[in-house]
């Protein structure tokens, strides 16, 4: 089965840059999408295809994919963006595939 | 706008049955892929279940499979999800997501609804 793995938790300072990794063997070769789950919330999605941003997700939101690791960057990190953030990728033996996610902390 | 209600959740005894709902809205719903994903408390996501447009093809998470199925009436815009021999595992909130037209990914999620097995 195809495993993603993603940091327990980020920490950052509001203004400053969040990067949240999500690593998967040759996942450079996926696309690759991201959602955002505040505390009890619904997740959201806010990067998909790797690097496209659905409409009404800042563009602060943006996202890379090469070799075996896949990057969520938050740009001018705010308060707001306190969150759980998920990769999630197809694969042909384990179909739908998520993340083991990773805990934004504002701090 | 898209909106999925999903409704049906609450507390069942180990072994019991349980039919999740999800009404979707604000959509052609007969044209798109629909999934079940499930978050047990305090953990991460999981997918379910899938179910193509026209129901011709679903497809199962090894984890459910045999005593979970996905379903779909296109005329009432709703999507199931039949919950067979249920065991405290499958203790979660079931979300209803619309899978996205160009590729396999999750575009709108419902709600969710919670599930708790336990005697």
């Known amino acids: 089965s195809y495993v993603l793995t993603q940091p327990p938790s980020v920490s950052v300072a509001p203004g400053q840059t969040a990067r949240i990794t999500c690593g998967g063997n040759?996942?450079?070769?996926?696309?690759v999408h991201w959602y955002q789950q505040k505390a009890g919330q619904a997740p959201v999605l806010v990067v998909y295809d790797d690097t496209d941003r659905p409409s009404g997700i800042p563009e602060r939101f943006s996202g890379s994919n090469s070799g075996n690791t896949a990057t969520l960057t938050i740009s001018r990190v705010e308060a707001g963006d306190e969150a759980d953030y998920y990769c999630q990728v197809w694969d042909s033996s384990t179909f739908y595939v998520f993340g083991t996610g990773t805990k934004v902390t504002v701090l | 706008q898209v909106q999925l209600v999903e409704s049906g959740g609450g507390v069942v005894q180990p072994g019991g049955s349980l039919r999740l709902s999800c009404a979707a809205s604000?959509?052609?719903?007969?044209?798109?892929?629909m999934h079940w994903v499930r978050q047990a408390p305090g953990k991460g996501l999981e997918w379910v279940a899938f179910?193509?447009?026209?129901?011709?093809?679903?497809y199962h998470a090894d984890s459910v499979k045999g005593r979970f199925t996905i379903s779909r009436d296109n005329s009432k815009n709703t999507l199931y999800l039949q919950m067979n021999s249920l065991r405290g595992e499958d203790t979660a909130v079931y979300y209803c997501?619309?899978?996205?037209?160009?590729?396999?990914?999750?575009?709108?999620w419902g709600q969710g609804t919670l599930v708790t097995v336990s005697s």
């Open positions: 040759n996942i450079g070769r996926k696309s």
């Open positions: 604000g959509l052609t719903f007969s044209s798109y892929g």
């Open positions: 997501a619309k899978e996205a037209y160009s590729d396999y990914y999750f575009d709108y």
């Open positions: 179910i193509r447009y026209d129901g011709s093809n679903k």
